[in-house]
């Protein structure tokens, strides 16, 4: 039996890159996956092929920056099957722009589709999973709550407030048996990796750049009922960069 034999779990950013493969990756262990991206074109996409190879999935239509449409996802999610037993918030953009041109309302769109969609995504999906025994969540932050490059203000804000929601999340949903985790990925190429140069991937202490499978082994992981003494907890997936010291080399 595979082992999310029967979940319903629910994928945010399903259309492609990360959220695709870890919609994909639920699909094969057994789970009912609902996909759920604002790309109709791409997130329908990745339910035919989920559904081509014999598993089971359906898309739903969602701006996650829109409260809304969150609030319709879960609806229809509890219409058609009854009940959530896993959220994967992995819904993210960017504004790569210096912070003197950075406008309000560019900083808005940023937090609201990352930051402020995996708190009410998280928040309506517990409604539905208290009341069947509990559940779990996982979201997905990135290295950039830790470490930055120039003109990154924007998205670094909204990934270190999903590590800090995530624990403020488990301490208020404990009660309910809802578990919930967060995963913080480095460098995870989603195109061409077979382009990428031999520095990119010796930089690493794994000595290679990541794919989106590690992102998606990491979240049946943290959700396997198995692992729920794990919970609040940040599980940084970088091929160590985050702990490699890095000077500049002596003349």
């Known amino acids: 039996m595979m082992q999310f034999e029967g ?3 629910i994928v945010t950013g399903a259309a492609q890159g990360i959220g695709k493969c870890v919609a994909e990756t639920f699909a094969q262990e057994g789970a009912t996956v609902i996909a759920a ?22 898309f739903i239509h969602t701006d996650v920056a829109n409260p809304t449409d969150i609030e319709l996802l879960i609806k229809r999610t509890i219409d058609q099957f009854g009940r959530i037993d896993i959220l994967i918030n992995n819904t993210g953009i960017g504004c790569w722009k210096s912070p003197y041109d950075l406008s309000v309302e560019e900083w808005d769109t940023v937090i609201n589709t990352n930051l402020r969609s995996s708190f009410l995504c998280a928040r309506e999906a517990a409604k539905t999973m208290r009341l069947n025994g509990g559940g779990s969540i996982v979201n997905i932050a990135s290295t950039r709550a830790f470490m930055s490059e120039p003109n990154s203000e924007a998205y670094a804000a909204t990934k270190g407030g999903i590590v800090a929601l995530t624990h403020a999340l488990a301490a208020s949903f404990a009660p309910d048996h809802i578990q919930v985790n967060c995963i913080s990925p480095g460098w995870i190429e989603t195109r061409e990796y077979d382009q990428l140069r031999d520095i990119d991937h010796t930089q690493h202490f794994s000595q290679r750049v990541g794919k989106p499978e590690d992102i998606a082994r990491a979240c049946l992981f943290l959700t396997n009922p198995a692992n729920n003494f794990i919970n ?3 599980l940084t997936i970088d091929g160590g960069m985050t702990k490699k010291m890095i000077y500049e080399p002596e003349p």
């Open 7 to 9: 979940k319903i779990v």
């Open 37 to 58: 991206d604002i790309n109709a074109q791409l997130g329908k996409g990745t339910v035919d092929q989920i559904n081509a190879n014999g598993n089971n999935a359906i």
């Open 232 to 234: 609040g907890t940040n």
